[in-house]
């Protein structure tokens, strides 16, 4: 077991982007540890576990295998598939996400409405794994509708989790609001367990700041990297990191490439896209910047104006 070390920066686990090659690029950065991409217990069980989910390099260690469901069971099975096939360091059980989706089905944040259940699934996770030494890890909100976190947290350390991620969020609040870290403060004054801190962590300054203020073992970066990689870097390194277009479109350049060893190619062409859109947000003329890039009508024209724009070329008269 990799566990964790005070100060890491952790990269968050964000549907359609936290795939391999970005974790490997942002472990190049300097981020410390990676989650996969949140995976459906049942699906696992049902259809096995998708190609796209279930590749990760030793690059991407200490890795957590995300899995979201319902039902004690179904994670405690799907666990125990994802221990024998791939041998993640943590499987994460996801107790955050809110997209309807996910809640139609009661898994994801839909767990915390009832702390006790949330804890029932986390100890059968625990129990399912213990023949295989992998720890459980939980990513949770401040309760669903009410802030609940200190009651969440408690039931899942006693459940067996053995590290927890915190976005200082009520699931209803989405992405919307401050987050308050106030509360991720008062929630590690009383865990056992280390905490991970995460929620509007913009800029490498603020996540020295999310340290101090609340006294984090860990700090977790989610839609910050996606448009600044670099982040990780930064935080490092304790300054600025400028990366213009050319930069960020050899960047692009090395994910899609990594990407072709796991997925067809123009799935990879399909898929990068909406990174290609993060990755330029606030670039001088990114609105053009994205529409040329973009607009590609099939992979091989893709390819080449990533590599135009890699290549620092003069794709625009402005």
């Known amino acids: 077991m990799k566990g964790l070390k005070k100060g890491e920066l952790v990269l968050a686990p964000m549907a359609s982007y936290t795939h391999s090659a ?14 996969t991409e949140l995976v459906s217990a049942r699906g696992i069980i049902e259809r096995g576990i998708p190609t796209r989910y279930a590749y990760f390099t030793d690059e991407e260690r200490p890795l957590h295998f995300q899995l979201f469901g319902s039902k004690p069971e179904e994670l405690a099975r799907a666990a125990v598939i994802v221990a024998e096939q791939l041998r993640p360091d943590w499987i994460d059980l996801n107790l ?3 997209v309807p989706k996910v809640l139609r089905n009661e898994a994801g944040a839909y767990l915390i409405k009832d702390p006790k259940r949330a804890g029932e699934v986390v100890r059968a996770m625990v129990e399912a794994l213990k023949p295989y030494g992998i720890p459980v890890s939980v990513k949770t909100r401040l309760g669903f509708e009410k802030d609940r976190a200190e009651e969440i947290v408690y039931e899942v350390e006693k459940a067996g989790a053995s590290l927890v991620a915190l976005h200082a969020r009520l699931a209803v609040q989405g992405f919307r609001g401050k987050a308050d870290w106030s509360r991720i403060a008062a929630v590690k004054r009383e865990a056992t367990v280390p905490i991970i801190g995460n929620g509007d962590v913009k800029s490498f300054k603020d996540a020295e700041r999310m340290f101090e203020e609340t006294g984090c073992d860990a700090v977790m970066i989610g839609r910050a990297a996606l448009s600044n990689p670099w982040i990780f870097k930064e935080f490092k390194e304790k300054r600025p990191a400028y990366a213009g277009v050319k930069e960020r479109m050899l960047f692009i350049e090395q994910e899609l490439e990594l990407m072709t060893e796991y997925l067809p190619p123009e799935r990879a062409c399909a898929l990068i896209k909406s990174q290609i859109v993060k990755i330029l947000k606030g670039m001088p003329y990114a609105a053009a910047w994205k529409s040329y890039v973009v607009q590609a009508k099939n992979c091989e024209e893709l390819k080449k104006r990533i590599k135009e724009a890699a290549q620092g070329g003069k794709l625009l008269q402005v």
């Open 96 to 98: 955050g996400c809110s």
């Open 22 to 35: 970005f974790r490997r690029l942002c472990r190049r950065l300097g981020a410390d540890r990676t989650y």
